[in-house]
């Protein structure tokens, strides 16, 4: 792989988006590992990220000579571009005067490799205090800025590169052509990792892991389960078993489309679907407080997979006995369970490698003590456009490849209030109206989701025909976001408003008002509830 060492920017993963982009396999590695576990990756070329330190700072993470010096081709950027300097006896200083945001690049003399083909006079993207004021011995300097004496610098026989901007961000205009000169000309990678590369390997590494065992897959209407047991169903066929629980809080005809897309896109994979409803909906009368409501739902749903699980495993001989205490695990069988977590978290949690082996929740599912699932998470090293591109060729349907993110408590938490099924098939109504009139209006992908929220404790007056109504205001929650982290609201034209707004009071009886939620996130969260 291309190695990206984190300094601590924001900016690692981006890197790392950024070279798998150009086609070429990437990770994210952290700054605290040591040189020879490195080096042990095997890496083609390495990255270093940029950070929020000044290289001579105590306690600022340190760049390793000798990682420059084991022949591997390596570019720094910002903060990596001043700790290679300094590592190689440059002179990196405070020189007063920091740049920040669009900074225009000066040409120097001489030809460069990283910036060929290019104008070397081109804004790119700028956030420092300290700079490098002279490059190490050996190096060329290829660029500089009004601020940086030495904006680029490189050494093309030893395969050492280093910019002063952010490349990876879409605010440098040629930034991506720098990253790809640096892999196809510096480092002499070439452009091969693919889509059907990736789902080629995986279904290697699935089989490999899997033997002879049996996988089960919780999928949640969301790509990601589906993509993980599309990529699963591929490896290992029939012994895949999929479970879907619809707790009745799903969209309208939701279970449904999960059903047809699954049962046509795996082509062989049992699809058990479990209908508790009633049980949801009894366990969540009475109910108003949000936080309960959550609990209720992540407790309900676990209990009723896991009985799932504990049926599936019985029927394929996994676990033996007739139930109560009296069941064991049959001695030679080995159980797995399908994850769709992504890269993202991943690294997030500290880029731990391997599958963790977790216990089953036996308290409530009652499988025995003594069986332990291995977890099987073939998207781990794949981001969510990824995900996507290898559902894609997976032959997994559009509506499921692009579905917006849908919470695990569901509508649930779209009622504010008590829920009861009158209060679903209300919201359902008027969700469905929203959802098609933004899919028409093809703002599927711009829009991140558009909760729509039933204010079921609320009544507002209106007036329809020539009758006085007494209905309910529903609130149209659209909004933009990358991550879910932030959000801000969406501006949805307004005939496409206007059209959502008369069906909705229209065709649904029960709602007389519909009003447009204009916060961000903060303050905002994107679910009321
Ligand atoms: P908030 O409301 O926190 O939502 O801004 C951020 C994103 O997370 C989704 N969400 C959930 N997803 N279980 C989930 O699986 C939950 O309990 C849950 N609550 C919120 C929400 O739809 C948005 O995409």
């Keep these: 792989p291309v190695l990206v060492v984190d300094f601590g920017a924001q900016y690692a993963q981006l ?24 080096l042990a990756k095997d890496p083609r070329a390495i990255i270093l990220s940029g950070g929020p330190s000044s290289v001579y700072a105590e306690g600022a993470p340190r760049l390793d000579r000798a990682l420059l010096e084991a022949g591997v081709p390596v570019l720094g950027l910002c903060y990596g571009f001043q700790s290679m300097a300094a ?181 062989g994979a049992e699809l058990v679907m479990v209908d508790a409803e009633e049980q949801f909906l009894a366990a969540l009368a009475g109910v108003t407080d949000p936080e309960q409501k959550r609990k209720i739902i992540g407790h309900e749903f676990i209990r009723t997979f896991e009985q799932a699980q504990e049926d599936i495993l019985r029927e394929r001989g996994v676990i033996e006995g007739a139930g109560g205490d009296a069941h064991t695990a049959a001695p030679g069988h080995k159980a797995f369970l399908v994850q769709g977590t992504l890269y993202p978290d991943v690294v997030e949690s500290g880029g731990g490698e391997g599958a963790a082996n977790i216990k089953s929740h036996h308290n409530v599912g009652g499988l025995p003590e003594d069986l332990s699932f291995e977890l099987v998470e073939p998207l781990r090293t794949l981001f969510k456009d990824e ?39 209300i919201l359902r109504a008027a969700d469905a109206i929203a959802r098609a009139e933004l899919t028409a209006a093809g703002l599927d992908r711009t829009i991140w989701q558009c909760p729509v929220v039933l204010l079921a404790d609320v009544r507002s007056v209106g007036v329809q025909g020539d009758g006085r109504t007494y209905g309910h205001p529903v609130v149209l929650r659209p909004v933009t976001s990358d991550d879910a982290m932030t959000a801000d609201w969406a501006k949805v034209p307004y005939d496409v408003l206007s059209r959502i707004s008369t069906r909705i009071t229209n065709e649904v009886s029960e709602i007389n008002r519909v009003t447009l939620d204009i916060t961000s996130k903060p303050p905002g969260t994107i679910e009321w509830e």
């Design 15 to 38: 890197i790392a988006r950024r070279v798998r982009e150009a086609r070429v396999y990437s990770e994210v590695v952290p700054h605290t590992m040591d040189t020879a576990t490195i």
């Design 87 to 267: 590592a190689l006896d440059g002179t990196v200083a405070a020189t007063g005067v920091r740049e920040y945001g669009a900074t225009r690049l000066a040409s120097v003399d001489g030809s460069s490799r990283l910036l060929a083909e290019q104008d070397i006079e081109q804004n790119v993207w700028m956030s420092h205090g300290d700079s490098v004021t002279a490059a190490p011995e050996g190096f060329e300097v290829v660029a500089t800025s009004s601020a940086s004496p030495v904006a680029a610098f490189e050494n093309t026989e030893k395969c050492l590169f280093g910019v002063q901007w952010h490349p990876e961000v879409g605010h440098s205009d040629r930034g991506q052509e720098v990253l790809e000169n640096f892999l196809y000309r510096g480092a002499g990678l070439e452009p091969s990792w693919t889509t059907g590369s990736v789902i080629e390997e995986q279904v290697g590494r699935i089989r490999a892991q899997v033997g002879e065992g049996t996988a089960i897959c919780g999928l949640s209407g969301g790509v990601d389960s589906a993509v993980a047991a599309a990529l699963v169903q591929r490896a290992i066929g029939d012994r895949l078993t999929c479970v879907y629980v619809n707790h009745g809080l799903m969209r309208q005809d939701e279970s449904e489309q999960i059903e047809q897309a699954f049962g046509e896109s795996t082509g």
């Design 387 to 425: 995900v996507r591109a290898v559902g894609s060729e997976l032959g997994l349907p559009d509506d499921i490849v692009w579905r917006q993110p849908f919470p695990g408590p569901g509508l649930g938490i779209r009622i504010i209030g008590e829920v009861t099924r009158e209060r679903l098939d």
